[in-house]
């Protein structure tokens, strides 16, 4: 392969796409150990993973592209390391967003769910998703997932259906599933019951009602109340009273009237009542209000439902049936406010519930629900993190899980949808009795009667994603896929669903398949904007993935979200970042291409043993230092802090410092340059592998070119762990113990040529010479590091662009540098000087120093007097001490260029 057949930008645009597909087509998304294969071996240990299902109707976001790289990174990673790896992809059908879609498409034809009904809103749905479904896989394939696609599942697949009525019956079977009134949170829009987690609260301008509760026994006397929701008053079932309040321990036990209705309904006492707010007297509506409901159980009240499935007001409601809660609001009190019965109205700030969906506000409502018994399925799932048998990284979100997992309710399955797993229960008509069974029966299975209907309710999505890690493998068949890919390894998802999917699937795994069903839960945290501002629409801060992959590439979007994240905290994130790391991409071809064509010139193979440069054995030594700590940062799950140290290395190091004294020794020719171009490539091979979990389009690209260019120089240019069909599974470095030769060779290079190219740079800067302008310099070595400094000589000279290099290690007669500049190197004891009359003239070089003196001094003045203001005693102390520090740097700066003005006269 010719050098020049390699494209001199990286072009992420012609790579990726065709770099997906040929790794896909070869099989390298499948595990290299299959229980399907005939050579199957049983005894290795895989790695899996099950991907959080995304919704069929998303479209991807920055949450997807957070989870698909690092659940990427981890197989990758694993797949090179040699373990036989797995990571199921599939979708979830996402019950109430998307049957609210096809809503939607329905109401454009001015029609509802039911104008059409369920078989044909249900076709019309399989429809959408035909169409639709695929969208967001297409997608998550761009950020370049590794998933054995042969394996993808979809929650109402024919298999997972499966599993869902397994689960279902079993639980019913083992008493944990009933069926009751329950209060739930209904939403008026979707007409279905939704659950806690998505309801979220919002403080509103509101009024609160007081109004009186007459007596029954003599309606002149009355209990004064107060309420947010007047209508609720339909459904009232008690007036409660704290034991204690004296004002009316005299009417417990008596009767109140209901306000126009003149139903009679108990006062009765409880601890809950707050004395302080209303007029201390509590109407009790449990149909409609948790707090209420919870007095209501303790008391054996009676359960009035005023609300129809539309929150209109039902047949309880009397003249006001069919009136909207809100407009029977009005029309109650107004009623009341005619019968006298009102006392006043006051602002009040209200804590609305609203959907966290769709935005309206949740009603309170008793409906009859399906529950699972929930503490029974708890236990062990609490057991499971508290024992150790699964680690949730990052360690401080158990004590989250404990809390949440105790305090946990029985847990409402049923929602009022037709798109998702139908509840598999059938009533009979004739006997009343339900017939709760895994397949579909013809009749009741207590009285035989052909009478039978199955419930209207499907079951809510989580349950079936619950079931995910299992299911997705075959459960409840005991597949060979359950039987070896099963308990999966990490569980990788955002905080924010931890109790959502991540507790229900550890509650399910226990209780279905007996054991959990991950070792890990890796938990990572929110994407912000640049400000630390939460993403949203209304803000219009939104960044999205699939633009700033068309700009900047895949590569760069995953290494800025993997190298900005750490377990379970958020992160900001601005393109700036990304547009960055695209640059980094584009300097490890660069640096791909300078390695290419030092290969393609330098000799097929050496001539005798090689003699290795200080340059040599200091990259030698720090990549396989880099090798140890990724390793050690990888078993920890620190993956943002080692392609950190990655980045560092490749750019910092390798690039800036090795491909720089790799160019001097290159022009040498013979054995120095085959080992220098050797060494090139062995340490290139080592970063592409490292980097490859990261960025793994550049990197597989550029490793095919290096590959096919050391094996057309015959076997001397073999890498370390060879040349493998790709380097998607190509062997992962590991780690080699330190060597003594190790810290001697980072120090010396780093004390000779780096401080010293350093030294000779940062005084260039200062007498504001260009960087590449060749000037005359002298080092003046402490004694005992002179022959150190003489080896390395000529690569400082070349790096920092010195020309007539004199090395002393004697202090010189001063009058004979006064025409030179200087800066010395604590670490070494050395002092470089840099001949500057060569450059300026003596007054060019006075009137420079004397501009430079000048705004040293003024700022020296500024932050003088700022710190003699009240300044100093009223600003935090660390911003004062940073000012501090400022003004001490100034006032160096100001000594030296006294000296080198004294220097000069
Ligand atoms: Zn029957």
Redesign the pocket.
Known sequence: MKNNSLPKAYDFKNTEKRLYSWWEKSGFFQPSNDPKAPDFDPTKKPFVISIPPPNITGSLHLGHAMFVSLEDLMIRYHRMVGEPTLWVPGSDHAGIATQLQIEKSLAKEGKRREDIGREAFIKRTWAWREEYGGIITEQIRRLGASCDWTRERFTLDEGLSRAVREAFVTLFEKGLIYRGPRLVNWSPNLRTAVSDLEVEYSQEPGTLYFFKYRLAEDPEQYLPVATTRPETILGDTAVAVHPEDKRYKQFIGKKVLVPITDREIPIIADEYVDREFGGGALKVTPAHDPHDYEIAQRHHLELINILNRDVTINSNGGVYEGLDRLECRKKLWADMKEAGLVIKEEDYTLNVPRSQRGGEIIEPMISEQWFVKIKPIAEPALNAVRDGIIKIVPEHFNKVYYNWMENIRDWCISRQLWWGHRIPVWY?D????MTVKREDPTE?Q????KN?HQDEDVLDTWFSSGLWPFSTLGWPDQTLDLKYFYPTSVMETGYDILFFWVARMVMSGLEFTGVAPFHTIYLHGLIRDEHGQKMSKTKGNVIDPLIVMDEFGTDALRFTLLVGSTPGKDMNLSVKKVQANRNFANKIWNAGRFVISAIEKAPDKPQADPQWTPADEYIHARMRETVRDVNRLFTSYQFGEAGRQIYEFFWGEFADWYIESAKLQLIQGGDRAFYTAWTLMRVLDRCLRLLHPFTPYVTEELWGHLKTIANSKGNAYEAEDGWSEALIIAKWPSSKAEEEWEKDAISTFIAGTIEHTRAFRSLKTDLNIPANQKTSGTIIAEKGTLPMILAQKDFIAALGAIKDMEILDVIPDVEEYQNYSSNSIPSTGSIVFLKTDEVFSQQEMRDKLAKELKTTQSQINRLEGLLASDFSTKAPPQVVEKERSKLDIYKQTARKIKDQLDALH
């Open positions: 009979c004739d006997c009343h009795e009741c207590h009285c035989g009667s039978i």
